[in-house]
């Protein structure tokens, strides 16, 4: 243990022979009440006025927010297929009753910017707790496709805090937006609480804007993972590389074909150009 209690909130997180989890080192608890409060501003990485929405030349309807849920995991659910949701209709839907009915008649997309998760045991600290975890676009069909971010963490120090930058523009009226982001875990220890227990809670915050148009504004240019230096020691995950799919092959085309295309090719290169100011 360390002499000086306050000199760091945790010295790091070391692997025994077993590859169990153990701490070494001590947390602070001042600095614990402080790490598990959120973060994120309203505001937080949007770009307000983007040079499309100047190019539309329209007025645009920004209304910023922030949307808040927990859930308590019990312990029969934290193998196999469960999932927490965390768009919710139902905040939206508060959200908008407060607008003015021309602005609210007029609201068609929700842009998310960053989804701040914190995940905390019920547990005390030291207890092994390994997890796997996914953000999901569960409304892609392809499962590859469809993962935001994936990893694994460990509960052995009571909480867990990262930072996804979604940065989408999703249509409020997508059939399942409230099932469209989601957060899938499993806890990789087997017999390890009696039922009717929850062993840790999800806790998450995402900040949002809801607007008339799909371009009314855009994102400050971040990494989709963010996670602070206090647990890095904690939690390891990546998001997928971005890869590009192979259409199949277009038909081939005539000679008579390819000299049309040319032909027109050079009568736009010689198009005077005509400069316009935009602002």
Do not use: C, W
């Amino acid at each position: 243990m360390s002499d000086n209690p306050t000199s760091s909130y945790f010295d790091y997180l070391n692997k025994n022979d077993n590859e169990n989890y153990f701490l070494d080192g001590v947390i602070d608890i001042k600095k614990i009440r402080e790490i598990t409060n959120f973060t994120i501003s309203e505001t937080q990485n949007f770009i307000t006025k983007s040079f499309l929405s100047k190019l539309f030349n329209r007025e645009n309807i920004i209304k910023y927010g922030k949307m808040i849920g927990e859930v308590a995991v019990p312990i029969d659910q934290t193998k196999g297929d469960f999932l927490i949701q965390v768009i919710n209709k139902e905040q939206i839907r508060k959200r908008l009753a407060k607008l003015r009915s021309e602005e609210r008649n007029r609201i068609a997309y929700i842009h998310i910017s960053t989804i701040q998760i914190i995940l905390k045991s019920t547990m005390k600290i030291g207890i092994d707790a390994p997890m796997e975890l996914e953000i999901r676009d569960d409304r892609l069909l392809n499962e590859e496709e469809s993962i935001i971010a994936k990893g694994t963490g460990n509960l052995g120090v009571g909480i867990i805090k990262f930072d996804i930058n979604l940065q989408q523009g999703l249509s409020l009226a997508d059939g399942n937006l409230d099932s469209s982001i989601i957060i899938k875990y499993e806890l990789k220890r087997e017999n390890f609480m009696k039922e009717n227990n929850k062993p840790f809670s999800v806790t998450y915050q995402i900040n949002y804007a809801l607007t008339n148009s799909h371009h009314s504004l855009t994102f400050k240019n971040k990494e989709v993972i963010t996670i602070e230096d206090l647990f890095k020691p904690l939690i390891q995950l990546e998001a997928p590389l971005k890869t590009v799919r192979i259409e199949p092959s277009r038909p081939s085309i005539t000679q008579d074909q390819r000299r049309l295309i040319k032909t027109q090719s050079e009568r736009i290169r010689h198009i005077p150009v005509i400069e316009q100011n935009l602002e």
